[in-house]
């Protein structure tokens, strides 16, 4: 007895015709596996329906990612163009004054450190001329040989304190102030010591100030007073004692004396040209004393006591 053949779109028992309910459970698997590689031989044996699924899955993936790329290329311009076109911001004016301001500064630091530098080191403005005043018995040459400036030298180098100095160790000089004259000149102011008595020694008459300073030899001006003291000098009491006195006397009065005498500090007497005697005691109340003596010497009479100024006397 003979076999049928077997037909070959028979489906087994047990098995599923291709379409029937195992599709949904393939189209899972389709849907799970997208975007997957799938094997050469897995495709091989895939129907035309899971290989439609599959590729167009693979091509929403690569749609999405492309989008994603644009969406994040146009945010980045977006940024770029954002940042571009933001204003600058401005500084404030307070700012930009102050930074003009020390430039300005600056600026002017500078020129005065250069035109220093100039003038300092430079003969531009140079010693040309030298002028002295304030000078009776001295000269100008004597003055200016002792500052000690040369000529031609720029005058921001001298040191004006240094050679007023010098001018001041002269005997004759009680003080000295030097200036810079701009542009080419140098002034020296002298004061010079005044004689208000003298006093004769071996070597000739000794002049003195009013401060017992003997700054010269030589010979005295007419009508003026011997000093009459035993150690003349600005340390010794009795002769700042004789000098106050004759420095308080009015001038009418003063050019009268020729004498001043002062054994010690508070017995003063002072001698006249015509032989009258001042008894004037000690160095209190010396502008009252004065003031009483200039009125008793109109009196006549020989000694005029003042040494009690509450009760003067003549004899």
């Known amino acids: 007895m ?24 393939a189209g899972a698997e389709d849907e799970q596996a997208a975007g997957e590689q799938v094997p050469e031989e897995q495709a091989d044996e895939e129907g035309p329906r899971r290989r439609a699924r599959r590729e167009r899955a693979e091509r ?12 994040a290329r146009r945010e980045a311009k977006r940024r770029i163009r954002a940042g571009a076109a933001e204003p600058a911001k401005r500084i404030p004016r307070g700012t930009i004054r102050g930074l003009k301001a020390v430039l300005a500064t600056v600026l002017a ?26 000078l009776a018995a001295l ?5 200016v040989a002792v500052a000690g400036v040369q000529p031609g030298t720029p005058l921001l180098q001298i040191d004006t304190g240094a050679v007023a100095e010098r001018v001041a160790t002269i005997r004759r000089v009680a003080s000295a102030r030097v200036q810079r004259q ?6 020296i102011a002298v004061i010079e010591r005044v004689a208000v008595v003298f006093k004769d020694y071996p070597d000739g008459p000794h002049l003195f100030d009013r401060d017992g300073v003997d700054f010269a030899t030589a010979p005295p001006p007419p009508m003026l007073p011997v000093f009459d003291v035993d150690n003349p000098g600005p340390s010794d009491p009795a002769s700042r004692a004789a000098l106050q006195v004759m420095t308080a006397l009015a001038p009418e009065v003063a ?14 007497t002072l001698t006249l040209a015509d032989g009258r005697v001042v008894v004037w005691g000690n160095t209190d109340r010396v502008a009252e004393k004065a003031h009483k003596l200039a009125a008793l010497l109109t009196q006549p009479g020989h000694t005029y006591d003042v040494s009690s100024p509450d009760l003067p006397t003549v004899r």
Request: hydrophobic share 40%; proline share 10%; aromatic share 4%.
């Open 2 to 25: 003979s076999t049928p053949p077997e037909d070959p779109e028979a489906v087994p028992e047990g098995a599923a015709p291709e379409g029937s309910a195992e599709e949904p459970q």
């Open 60 to 71: 929403r993936a690569a749609q999405a990612r492309a989008e994603a790329i644009e969406q």
């Open 109 to 134: 630091v500078l020129a005065v450190v250069g035109l220093g530098l100039v003038l300092y080191f430079t003969p531009v403005m140079s010693v040309r001329d030298i002028e002295v005043t304030g």
């Open 139 to 143: 000269t100008r040459d004597e003055v």
């Open 182 to 187: 701009y542009p080419s000149a140098l002034g």
């Open 255 to 268: 050019g009268q004396i020729s004498r001043v005498a002062a054994p010690s500090v508070a017995s003063i």
